[in-house]
């Protein structure tokens, strides 16, 4: 499967399997860490993983909306880009690849970082951690980055690394759903792409709003999916950015992506 067919793949898959993975509250396979839910910033990355990553990714901060984060993304000059996705030897890669929400997100809380500063943040559905990553540049006390793929969990660790961070707390269970903890902030970008992941999603913010008044960014770069969603109904836009080319050829011809405040007010200004 050529690099088309691999992005393709990507782009599509996030409707059907791992939707249904975030459901089931399944993971995608891993090694070492096949059993563990929560990781301590200690946790250090398991050699094999470590070199499998090094080798089949590529570090690059340019082609998207954060020059500042540095990041080990799948790209075109990967020669797994260009092999069969069968191949691969762990779960689908979906946090290889920097997608437009989570873009808007990491660049709204770098030009804005007093809306973390002294907060605790919840990056739920990380992928490759560069919103987490920009909340610690930014300030924020605290930090959890939440993703089911343990192979996610070890890239964001190599992805600190690359940014000179001290690797933040990730867990790797499903808590949408579950019982709602202290954050302050909830971001997540790119997780409207299913139904019943968007009406799960819709009923378990809305408790944390009402129970902790947490605050809650959603990015999205305007996907079917999320628009026709009732959800949409009571956000308010915060901030839009034009995606750089090379980000719009790689999601379908998107244009820009969006920061939206799940609030019955805004309250997210600029600093």
């Known amino acids: 499967m050529a690099c088309h067919g691999w992005k393709q793949f990507l782009f599509l898959g996030r409707q059907n399997p791992f939707a249904r993975d975030w459901r089931s509250r399944k993971g995608s396979p891993s090694l070492g860490w096949k059993r563990c839910c929560h990781w301590s910033a ?17 570090v690059t901060s340019s082609g998207n909306l954060t020059p500042e984060i540095r990041l080990r993304l799948l790209t075109p000059r990967c020669r797994f880009w260009h092999e069969k996705l069968d191949l691969w030897p762990y779960g689908d890669p ?42 610690v540049m930014s300030g924020a006390s605290q930090v959890l980055a939440n993703d089911i793929d343990p192979i996610a969990g070890m890239a964001m660790i190599l992805n600190c690394e690359l940014n000179h961070l001290n690797p933040f707390p990730i867990t790797i269970k499903n808590i949408i759903n ?68 090379s980000t719009r050829q790689e999601n379908n011809g998107l244009t820009s992506s969006i920061v939206w405040s799940y609030q019955p007010s805004d309250s997210f200004k600029s600093c």
């Open 178 to 245: 579950s019982e709602v903890g202290n954050w302050d902030l909830i971001f997540l970008g790119d997780m409207f792409y299913d139904e019943q992941l968007a009406d799960d999603l819709h009923h378990w913010l809305r408790k944390c709003i009402r129970v902790r008044q947490t605050k809650v960014l959603i990015g999205d770069p305007g996907r079917h999916e999320f628009l026709r969603h009732r959800i949409h109904s009571q956000l308010h836009k915060v901030v839009e950015y034009s995606l750089p080319e």
């Open 42 to 58: 200690g946790r250090s990355v398991d050699p094999e993983v470590r070199a499998f990553l090094e080798e089949n990714t590529e």
């Open 94 to 135: 979906f946090w290889a690849i920097y997608w437009p929400g989570g873009q808007a997100l990491s660049r709204y809380i770098l030009d804005n970082p007093c809306v973390v500063k002294g907060r605790s943040v919840l990056d739920l559905g990380s992928g490759c951690g560069a919103t987490a990553i920009a909340a």
